[in-house]
């Protein structure tokens, strides 16, 4: 059957006719095989003239269709909708962008950027007369969710997810939910202590019977793709049933002869192998530590509930969207950092919010009696040298309330913040006023010339020159200095490595768009959520969990789900299976298939992005990818190149 | 090399100074200070001293003293610091650093032993009163004689003292100069600060500034004649008519000035009157007092009344003794000579420094 083409082409008010030509262009179109009608427009995206493109359709006068204007990433979907309205396969037009890459470029001339609109306009016409009607790839969905993280993000996206009907998998690596604010003692704000928000976030999920909770679980294998992912995950035991009766769990842990180093407490104390972080953590059930625990015997004797039989296990699950909340590790100074591991007195932020948080009447470090406190800021972030260039975001503002918090706690403190300048943006100001107006010192020097920390006759000094004090040297005699450290992406990064997951210059999981698609991730059906995105506080971690829940929703919401049909096609006839394609793929959308009796290269088309990076890899030639295919393409370099 | 001593902050609260902690370094009062130019750059520069309690620095400084309070800095500031207070508070503060007795420091901090040396001079007085057995004629004697001596001994042991040490502090720390010809190049600057406050002038007059110079300026005078007509003219006494209606118009002035700027206080109009100080309060009270009840003396001999009134004089007597040996050693008095020595003082300093 023969082709009835059409081809609109668009003044866009100037932006194009100023320099092209459209009349003559209309005029060489027309007169290209197969064009049934050739019209200029004065703007093609108006109401007015995709009514008119919609009437052509309808009408029979026009059975597929050239757009020459701006570039596709502006209007290619208005002119699809205007195809589907009008009843014609949305792949039966074909654009050209004769703004972009024509009149802007070529402002200085106007003849040649007439004649090069002509070759690109001729150029789509060529492949206009080969589109095939190609339907849209659709997906039986899975209606559940699995969520990564049982921090304060992950449970609020396990929750929000929950009340859409959606059934959730909530896993944790951990024996305990609430991952870093759990161990954050007062929250600034909202005087809360992080025990509390992560309490209150465990009694939503633990109520709400769509939502399914694995702790000590990890995700170990991900297969399939968008609305239809298949999951394994390893599940370590506890070790221990249930609740103990009365206080046999403390007794147990009394008992327990083994000591190691507390990672709850960021390693300022010692924990026993059967343990839990604190005495109200959830579940509340106790967890032993089977990397460490001798197998004594001792603390059996003391709660029945005590179970060394239970075994490692891996659970299947079927979800149809995987939502990230990884969340983020404290920087870990280098050794001597500001003399951090040098100085016995030199210490973290995390393992000073500890500090404060468990010690009762008295500041004291090592035994020492702490009055002055020296913090270091920006420390593992805005790096000059080094990979953390970015900033934080949530150290300027936690670490100021935590010097008051500590002032409020314990009396006689004196605070120096050494800063690099203070952001505590936004509402959060108020917290840089309260503690300046209580006293607090700010200091504050550039990144060429850190603070100093130099240790003589036993004492600790901090010396900064400080740009406030017109550059003069400063000297703080501290007992304690405070390294404030930032936000690093998790040292474990296996769920990114499962989920191909890409990193951002930050190393941070990274958004498909910082602005415009903030949770979602260029693996389909994956969104990230929380400090795994990149530096964020609490508020901010909430946020960003609900966008990624409504993402996640979008994925499940229906039955099936529609997706874009441009992939990658194998002709089983000339496929030798020679693996080139699969190992080119950075999706791994490619697996090899014998089920027809031979071995060929399948492709699971909800994967594939139809990047085409299979194609010039394939020795047989025997990969097409729809709608640009070979003959489609030569098409078109054919007509590019005669007219060169 | 500085060492932060945050002890300062706290004590200079006590000299008045509120919230300058908050201060976050903009530097906007120094920027909209009519009075701080590139070589004098304040208040922010001593706001930041004192965070830092750079005691040092500040004792050394003369700048408090080049400020004139216009409250500028104060209604600028957007971390409500009150820069214009703690440069006030600054002023109380090298008032007690430069006093070698350490009694201004003790009065300024602690409003009961301002109070205790003010009820020590009453009690002493009324012992005096009945254990002398002096008539009429001999308190008015002795009391004008006290006058005398108050002048000279205040001046000899306390005063002359004091100004030296300052000069140690802002001057010979920092230059170790005694070119005679500087120090009399700079003499000018001394006398024209001391009897004009012109400086004032040079603020930015939003809050009626010059008409609060002008009245400043008359109650300076004013009460410089005063001295002179009680003191040296024995006013009291006096039958000379000029001396006499001199009297009378220069303690109407005293008294009138200073019930306008009680009145200043109470009403916390402009920002230099918004925070007030006992010692402020004690200054302009006891200035008030002792033109009124010198006015009403005056008043009553000229009547033939003052004996049966005698107890005007005794309360005149009493203020009298109260400001000679509390307020103008140790007390707010001072600033006339130190404001005025600090113009000087800094006129050297500038003239030996080679920039200049």
Known sequence: MKRKIGVYICHCGGNISDYVDVEKVRQAAAKEAGVALARTMEFACADSSQKEIAQDIQEGAVDSFVVASCSPKLHLPTFQSVAERAGLNKYQYVHANIREQVSWAHSDDKEGATAKAVQFVRAAIAKVRLAKAIEPIEIQTQRAVLVVGAGVAGMKAATSLAKMGVNVYLIEKEHFVGGRVSQWDVLCITEETGKDLVTRFYIDVVANQNITLFTGAELVECSGSMGNFTVKVRITPRYVKDICEKDRMRRAIEVCPVEVVDEFNFSITKRKAIYHNFPSQYPLVAVVDMKHCTRCGKCEKECEKIDFSQEEKVVELKVGSILVAAGFDPYTPKNGEFGYQVYDNVITLPQFKRLVAISDTELKWKGRPVQTIAYIYCVGSRQLEGENKYCSRYCCLTTICAAIKAGEKFSGLSHFHFTRGIRTYGKYETFFYEASKRGQVFLQSFEDDPPQVTQKDGRTLVRIHDILTSRREVEVDADLVVLVTGMVPRTDGRIGEILKLPRGRDRFYNEIHMKLRPVETVIDGVTIAGACRGPQNVVEAINSSLSAAIKSYSFVRRDTLAIEPIVAEIDPDACTWCEACAKACPFDAIARDASTGKEIARVNTPVCKGCGMCLPVCPANAIQLRTFSDEEVQQMIGVLAHEL | ?356
């Not at chain 2, 400020?67 to 007690?96: D, F, H, N, V, W």
């Not at chain 2, 110079?213 to 008519?241: I, K, Q």
């Not at chain 2, 109470?266 to 402020?280: A, G, L, W, Y």
């Not at chain 2, 200054?283 to 008043?299: D, E, H, P, Q």
């Open chain 2, 1 to 356: 090399m500085a060492r932060p001593d945050l002890k300062f902050g706290k004590k200079l609260k006590k000299y008045g100074a509120v919230d300058f902690n908050a201060c976050y370094n903009c530097g906007t009062c120094t920027a909209v200070c009519a009075l701080a130019s590139e070589t004098d750059s304040f208040p922010r520069e001593m706001v930041r001293y004192s965070v830092l309690g750079l005691d040092e620095e500040i004792k050394g400084s003369l700048k408090p003293w080049l400020c004139y309070y216009c409250g500028e800095c104060s209604t600028y500031c957007p971390q409500e610091a009150q820069p214009g207070e703690l440069m006030m508070s600054l002023r109380r503060y090298l008032i007690s650093r430069y006093d070698w007795t350490g009694l201004s420091g003790l009065l300024c901090r602690s409003l009961a032993a301002y109070a205790a040396a003010f009820l020590a001079v009453v009690a002493g007085l009324m012992g005096l009163f009945f254990f002398s057995g002096w008539g009429q004629k001999e308190w008015m004697h002795y009391g004008h004689l006290f006058e005398m001596a108050a002048i000279g001994g205040v001046f000899a042991f306390i005063l002359l003292p004091n100004i030296v040490r300052m000069w140690y502090f802002t001057v010979w720390k920092r230059k170790k100069t005694l070119r005679m010809k500087t120090y009399l190049l700079a003499l000018p600057e001394l006398l024209l600060h001391m009897f004009t406050q012109k400086r004032t002038l040079s603020c930015n007059d939003e809050r009626d500034n010059t008409l609060w110079w002008f009245e400043h300026l008359v109650l300076v005078l004013g009460y410089l004649g005063l001295l002179f007509a009680t003191v040296f003219l024995d006013w009291f006494a006096s039958t000379h008519p000029v001396v006499v209606a001199a009297g009378y118009v220069l303690s109407a002035v005293v008294f009138v000035v200073t019930f306008d700027f009680v009145i200043r206080r109470i009403r916390k109009r402009s920002e230099k009157s918004v925070f007030s100080h006992p010692s402020d309060w004690f200054f302009v009270i006891w200035l008030f007092l002792m033109g009124i009840s010198a006015f009403g003396v005056r008043l009553l001999v000229d009547l033939g009344a003052l004996a049966g009134h005698f107890w005007l004089y005794l309360l005149h007597l009493t203020v009298l003794v109260q400001w000679a040996l509390i307020i103008v050693p140790f007390g707010k008095w001072t600033h006339f000579l130190y404001r005025s020595f600090a113009m000087y003082f800094d006129r050297i300093v500038k003239m030996e420094s080679p920039a200049a």
